[in-house]
């Protein structure tokens, strides 16, 4: 017997299950050493720390798209968190003198989102500000399309 509810199939999109127009914005794991501190633990422990930053960096990866952020972890269990772009409320660029100078930076998004109501992307390999701006500006678009409006209460 054959079920059908009259409804088209959805068109597969960049990510599994997305309906289409989704634009890859970044992709990527966090660095093995993200920061001087990292680093000097590196030679201190003749590199041991840093294998085992590499098998934890390589349990993560990180995708943004236009339309929400998607993050993968775990090494043989593997856990999916996402938050849809128009869900953002409000973003964190942090750049700690470490980590700017081996190139790297932490991205905070905290969301209306029961589940997750705090997103850490941390050690990305990229120029963050870029990222944030692009990221904030998808979220507007998302806003807009989807007309959501928020509403900013404050208690008396």
Known sequence: MELNSG???????????????????????????????????TILTVGIYALVMWVRSRGTLYKITSQRVVIE?????????????????????ERPFGQRVMGTGNIVLEAIDKTTPEIKLAGIRTDVVALYERLRYCTEQEKQKRNV??????SA
């Open 73 to 93: 972890s775990g090494v043989f269990s593997k856990r999916m968190e996402q938050i849809d772009l128009y869900r953002i409320v409000d973003y964190v660029v």
């Open 149 to 154: 409006r928020l509403i900013d209460v404050e």
């Open 7 to 41: 409804l088209a199939s959805p068109r597969e999109g960049l990510m599994p299950g997305s309906s289409g127009g989704e634009e890859l914005i970044f992709q990527g794991r966090p660095a093995v050493i993200q920061g001087l501190g990292a680093l000097l633990l």
